[in-house]
T-cell receptor, first 112, second 110 residues
């Protein structure tokens, strides 16, 4: 399944680093999502974009900064993260805000 | 109490067995999703339903809106079905915002 791709697949970073996660969808969808999955916790919605506009910011700390330059690409910029931010970060897309979501493979992030 | 509860948390079955995973929720919803997550982390959407029943191959999903309950059934289970199965609900009026259960870890053995 290559409809939604994410890079990198694994990332290790220090607390002072700045890095970015990238998501790309090849499905012609108009909505994109960032989710966080921590160990032994349910998936948590972080951000929702529709037609490149942010429509949901689920009380996410400012050290996570999303960017949606067009409907096919979504970034998550990371800076001064904490070890508790270590998790699997999943991107998803849907045709519109009512449609079923297609998930990417995720980026496993470790913050040292 | 979580808005979405799944049971069981862990399930081991032998190949060929009929499997049922349950999901109960406590909020009004516009749709319910069943997702499958393999050990590598990638998630596949299995079903999105708002009423009745859907079938895809050996998978069947049902929902009872009045009882706020959904079930995912797997017939003739196979080791490749081993995964975490996640129930998620879209709240009424906010179709894009999903609330997830903690998942059911299924292991199917030979």
């Amino acid at each position: 399944e290559t409809g939604v791709t994410q890079t990198p697949r694994h990332l290790v970073m220090g607390m002072t680093n700045k890095k970015s996660l990238k998501c790309e969808q090849h499905l012609g969808h108009n909505a994109m999502y960032w989710y966080k999955q921590s160990a032994k916790k349910p998936l948590e919605l972080m951000f929702v974009y529709s037609l490149e506009e942010r429509v949901e910011n689920n009380s996410v700390p400012s050290r996570f900064s999303p960017e949606c330059p067009n409907s096919s690409h979504l970034f998550l910029h990371l800076h001064t993260l904490q070890p508790e931010d270590s998790a699997l970060y999943l991107c998803a897309s849907s045709q519109d805000l009512r449609g079923g979501q297609f998930f990417g493979p995720g980026t496993r992030l470790t913050v040292l | 109490k979580n808005e979405v509860e799944q049971s069981p948390q862990n399930l081991t079955a032998q190949e060929g067995e009929f499997i049922t995973i349950n999901c109960s929720y406590s909020v009004g919803i516009s749709a319910l999703h069943w997702l499958q997550q393999h050990p590598g982390g990638g998630i596949v959407s299995l079903f999105m339903l708002s009423s009745g029943k859907k079938k895809h191959g050996r998978l069947i999903a049902t929902i009872n809106i009045q009882e706020k309950h959904s079930s995912l059934h797997i017939t003739a289970s196979h080791p490749r079905d081993s995964a975490v199965y996640i129930c998620a609900v879209a709240h009424t009026g906010t179709a894009s915002k999903l609330t997830f259960g903690t998942g059911t870890r299924l292991q199917v053995t030979l």
